[in-house]
């Protein structure tokens, strides 16, 4: 059977350049990057490689990176850590609604600890109007968190125009770009951010390692104490194999990131127009142009998420879904919830992220497959019996 | 997928009993699509048996799964006996549901049940026309 892996935005395959460059480091060069001995030696300048390698690819300086255990980590790190430090200042804090859980999580437990958070609204298509995030921002905002670009609806911010609005103010901003970092270019002097999330499985390098980028002078409270890695701001002996996987994979992405944009580029588009004209009845999720290069997400109406990915795995296909049975919790997407979606609609998501590994063929694949599973499915439906009846009663 | 059982993978992949039952003599509806599960049950009975049991779900693996494995766990009983099919019977006949799964996704015999109420109520109309 023929097998199509268009899950990306879970994570990307291990590339075997990638996986390559990890081995000396799973095998003979084991030393602590800490210690002073030769054996440190090899580990520490492997990573400090690396280091080099990840501001490059965000235009940054290697001094400004600090390697985390997954863009996870990067995010708790950025929202807790940043407010945490300025809470002389303030206790208010602003984030968008559709932000990755590890944002939205982690400005909730700030709720806990006293700070008082703000959720800016997104329109339909996922964007943040950046006029919203200035109506919010007061004299004690001691952070502003958004998203680079949504994983879920691909949506890309206007990041820039609200840097312009937090930097005027002094407000500190993290971005982040854990979907976006590696897969489109990614300059943070130009966005005029202070702090960055990436992480390394999101452009085909390992999984279990990030890094935070913040910017020389802003001030952050470490979550992790102990010994002094990271500059004494991310405590604990570094996870070298992982951290030079991350940078070069950051290096491969910097170097092949236009070939790949072109290649990724129109065999999504090729799914958002076509997708929904063989199904019928099929809306497409998050901005229809300005969105991530591999990303295509719909809607498909009168079924459930869950149902399509599982008969579309029967198939050899690997996709995801926002609806609430795909989660552990039960709950429909809070993306799609936030960009206004019926509860019933959003049960029909479906996320098809393509990468570098994918053909044209396997979008063609994708486009005999996907239609008589959808109707397979709308055949057992109440609700698609319900719709064509008063379709046929209304003619 | 290994978080369902063959058993539920099964009646997944190849549900029995789907569809609609024209005139059906009950129909019984659970859930709704908000939180994410719906099923519609179509019954026939003849001589107090349920000689047809028919349905449609919107929902996941699991509801679908329900649904089938409902469908075909009552057709040819009773009332009597059909209504003593429970969620957790179900969930046993299909080798366990997922922990999450067992109370939205676990409708069938609440929906099949609201079928045969309809049903009997019918019948009490009609029996209250007639007399």
Same mark, same amino acid.
């Given at each position: 059977?023929?097998?199509?892996?268009?899950?990306?935005?879970?994570?990307?395959?291990?590339?075997?350049?990638?996986? /390559?460059?990890?081995?000396?480091?799973?095998?003979?060069?084991?030393?602590?990057? @800490?210690?002073?001995?030769?054996?440190?030696?090899?580990?520490?300048?492997?990573?400090?490689?690396?280091?080099?390698?990840?501001?490059?690819?965000?235009?940054?300086?290697?001094?400004?990176?600090?390697?985390?255990?997954?863009?996870?980590?990067?995010?708790?790190?950025?929202?807790?850590?940043?407010?945490?430090?300025?809470?002389?200042?303030?206790?208010?804090?602003?984030? @968008?609604?559709?932000?990755?859980?590890?944002?939205?999580?982690?400005?909730?437990?700030?709720?806990?600890?006293?700070?008082?958070?703000?959720?800016?609204?997104?329109?339909?298509?996922?964007?943040?109007?950046?006029?919203? $995030?200035?109506?919010?921002?007061?004299?004690?905002?001691?952070?502003?968190?958004?998203?680079?670009?949504?994983?879920? $609806?691909?949506?890309?911010?206007?990041?820039?125009?609200?840097?312009?609005?937090?930097?005027?103010?002094?407000?500190?901003?993290?971005?982040?770009?854990?979907?976006?970092?590696?897969?489109?270019?990614?300059?943070?002097? /130009? !966005?005029?951010?202070?702090?960055?999330?990436?992480?390394?499985?999101?452009?085909?390098?390992?999984?279990?390692?990030?890094?935070?980028?913040?910017?020389?002078?802003?001030?952050?409270?470490?979550?992790?104490?102990?010994?002094?890695?990271?500059?004494?701001?991310?405590?604990?002996?570094?996870?070298?194999?992982?951290?030079?996987?991350?940078?070069?994979?950051?290096?491969?992405?910097?170097?092949?990131?236009?070939?790949?944009?072109?290649?990724?580029?129109?065999?999504?588009?090729?799914?958002?127009? /076509? !997708?929904?004209?063989?199904?019928?009845?099929? $809306?497409?999720?998050?901005?229809?142009?300005?969105?991530?290069?591999?990303?295509?997400?719909?809607?498909?109406?009168?079924?459930?998420?869950?149902?399509? !990915?599982? !008969?579309?795995?029967?198939?050899?296909?690997?996709?995801?879904?926002?609806?609430?049975?795909?989660?552990?919790?039960?709950?429909?997407?809070?993306?799609?919830?936030?960009?206004?979606?019926?509860? /019933?609609?959003?049960?029909?998501?479906?996320?098809?992220?393509?990468?570098?590994?994918?053909?044209?063929?396997?979008?063609?694949?994708?486009?005999?497959?996907?239609?008589?599973?959808?109707?397979?499915?709308?055949?057992?439906?109440?609700?698609?019996?319900?719709?064509?009846?008063?379709?046929?009663?209304?003619? | 997928?290994?978080?369902?059982?063959?058993?539920?993978?099964?009646?997944?992949?190849?549900?029995?009993?789907?569809? =609609?039952?024209?005139?059906?003599?009950?129909?019984?509806?659970?859930?709704?699509?908000?939180?994410?599960?719906?099923?519609?049950?179509?019954?026939?009975?003849?001589?107090?048996?349920?000689?047809?049991?028919?349905?449609?779900?919107?929902?996941?693996?699991?509801?679908?799964?329900?649904?089938?494995?409902?469908? =075909?766990?009552?057709?040819?009983?009773?009332? =009597?006996?059909?209504?003593?099919?429970?969620?957790?019977?179900?969930?046993?006949?299909?080798?366990?549901?997922?922990?999450?799964?067992?109370?939205?996704?676990?409708?069938?015999?609440?929906?099949?049940?609201?079928?045969?109420?309809?049903?009997?109520?019918?019948?009490?109309?009609?029996?209250?026309?007639?007399?």
């Amino acid at each position: 059977m023929r097998e199509v892996y268009l899950d990306n935005a879970a994570t990307t395959p291990l590339l075997p350049e990638v996986r /390559e460059a990890m081995i000396p480091y799973l095998g003979d060069v084991f030393g602590n990057p @800490s210690s002073l001995h030769d054996w440190g030696d090899g580990s520490r300048e492997a990573m400090e490689t690396a280091r080099d390698q990840v501001a490059q690819l965000i235009g940054a300086d290697s001094d400004e990176i600090i390697f985390t255990g997954s863009g996870t980590e990067s995010n708790n790190f950025a929202v807790k850590g940043l407010a945490l430090a300025q809470q002389s200042k303030g206790k208010h804090v602003v984030v @968008s609604a559709i932000e990755h859980f590890s944002v939205l999580h982690s400005a909730k437990t700030l709720g806990k600890w006293g700070f008082e958070v703000d959720e800016v609204p997104v329109d339909k298509y996922g964007v943040v109007d950046p006029e919203e $995030v200035r109506k919010r921002l007061r004299k004690d905002t001691v952070l502003v968190s958004i998203m680079h670009a949504n994983g879920e $609806v691909g949506t890309i911010e206007p990041i820039k125009e609200i840097a312009g609005i937090t930097s005027k103010l002094k407000v500190p901003f993290h971005t982040d770009a854990v979907a976006k970092a590696g897969t489109i270019p990614v300059d943070v002097r /130009e !966005l005029g951010v202070d702090a960055l999330s990436l992480a390394g499985n999101q452009f085909y390098g390992p999984k279990g390692v990030g890094a935070l980028w913040l910017r020389k002078g802003v001030r952050i409270m470490p979550l992790l104490d102990g010994g002094i890695q990271e500059g004494g701001r991310r405590a604990g002996t570094e996870n070298v194999p992982a951290i030079v996987g991350l940078g070069k994979a950051a290096e491969l992405a910097k170097t092949d990131m236009e070939s790949r944009v072109k290649r990724l580029t129109p065999l999504r588009d090729r799914l958002l127009k /076509e !997708l929904p004209r063989k199904v019928g009845h099929v $809306v497409v999720t998050g901005h229809p142009q300005n969105r991530l290069p591999g990303h295509a997400s719909f809607c498909v109406e009168f079924i459930e998420g869950e149902a399509m !990915l599982m !008969l579309l795995n029967s198939k050899g296909i690997a996709v995801s879904s926002g609806s609430a049975c795909t989660s552990r919790a039960l709950k429909a997407s809070h993306v799609l919830i936030a960009m206004g979606l019926p509860h /019933e609609l959003a049960q029909g998501s479906i996320l098809l992220t393509l990468g570098i590994g994918n053909t044209p063929e396997d979008v063609d694949y994708v486009l005999e497959v996907m239609p008589p599973i959808v109707d397979r499915l709308r055949q057992m439906s109440p609700l698609y019996a319900k719709f064509t009846k008063t379709v046929k009663g209304g003619k | 997928m290994p978080i369902y059982s063959e058993k539920v993978m099964d009646h997944f992949m190849n549900p029995r009993n789907v569809g =609609e039952i024209e005139n059906p003599d009950g129909i019984g509806e659970e859930g709704n699509p908000v939180c994410g599960d719906m099923m519609t049950f179509y019954i026939k009975v003849k001589d107090n048996r349920l000689e047809d049991v028919k349905f449609k779900t919107f929902g996941c693996g699991a509801a679908i799964a329900v649904s089938s494995m409902v469908s =075909e766990m009552a057709k040819g009983k009773t009332l =009597e006996e059909a209504k003593k099919i429970t969620p957790r019977l179900v969930a046993d006949e299909l080798e366990g549901l997922p922990k999450n799964k067992f109370h939205c996704s676990n409708l069938g015999a609440q929906a099949l049940n609201k079928a045969i109420d309809d049903y009997l109520k019918k019948q009490q109309k009609e029996g209250g026309k007639q007399s």
